[in-house]
């Protein structure tokens, strides 16, 4: 079965510079979520878009943007790199997570592996 | 928002037995638990999940209990392998999707 795509696994940057992560959901999952995972720690959810509108906002900095598109794949758009930005970037879908509807299971990609120097 | 603990931090268990790891969750208005295992260098795998309406879920080796009263959620793995040996997270999840992690729980399983 198909799987959630990112890209690209691994990328490393220089502070100050800009990156940019993608993800390819699972067909017809019309949502994605985007979380940062430190070393040792949990994921932390960053933003989630449901057909192609923000539909939550957790602790991204404003550094930060991302949008989904109309072929519901997604980019993360990160600026001003800083050192504590170093991290595993996931992403995940699930299909409707619209306010007031049931949760569906999220599905995880591998992630992309973010060093800053 | 949601605050979700997990305990143990570290679990190691010898081949057979059972592993239990638990998690408690402060928002009464959350209504998904899933637990994923995630191995090195890969991203979370959903193994099981319950929701707020069920109190028991099982898929073969693997059980999830839930308490909605006590706010807590437990992950039952029995006759545990090697290759169960990972990072286990909860979560907990409200309506509107996003997922609060609990700290993870490093299984160690010896052969």
Request: with cysteine; aromatic share 10%.
């Amino acid at each position: 079965a198909a799987g959630v795509i990112q890209s690209p696994r691994h990328l490393i940057k220089e502070k100050r510079e800009t990156a940019t992560l993608k993800c390819y959901p699972i067909p017809r999952h019309d949502t994605v979520y985007w979380y940062q995972q430190g070393p040792g720690q949990d994921p932390q959810f960053l933003i989630s878009f449901y057909e192609k509108m923000q539909s939550d906002k957790g602790s991204i900095p404003d550094r930060f943007s991302a949008q989904q598109f109309s072929d519901y794949h997604s980019e993360l758009n990160m600026s001003s790199l800083e050192l504590g930005d170093s991290a595993l970037y996931f992403c995940a879908s699930s299909l409707g997570a619209q306010a007031g509807a049931s949760n569906q299971p999220q599905h995880f990609g591998d992630g992309t592996r973010l060093s800053i120097l | 928002g949601e605050n979700v603990e997990q305990h143990p931090s570290t679990l190691s268990v010898q081949e057979g037995d059972s592993a239990v790891i638990k998690c408690t969750y402060s928002d009464s208005a959350s209504n998904y638990f899933p637990w994923y295992k995630q191995e090195l260098g890969k991203g979370p795998q959903l193994i099981i999940d319950i929701r707020s309406n069920v109190g028991e879920k099982k898929d073969q080796r693997i059980a999830v209990t839930l308490n909605k009263t006590a706010k807590h959620f437990s992950l039952h793995i029995t006759e545990t392998q090697p290759e169960d040996s990972a990072v286990y997270f909860c979560a907990a999840l409200g309506n509107v999707g996003k997922s609060t992690f609990g700290d993870g729980t490093t299984l160690t399983v010896k052969p």
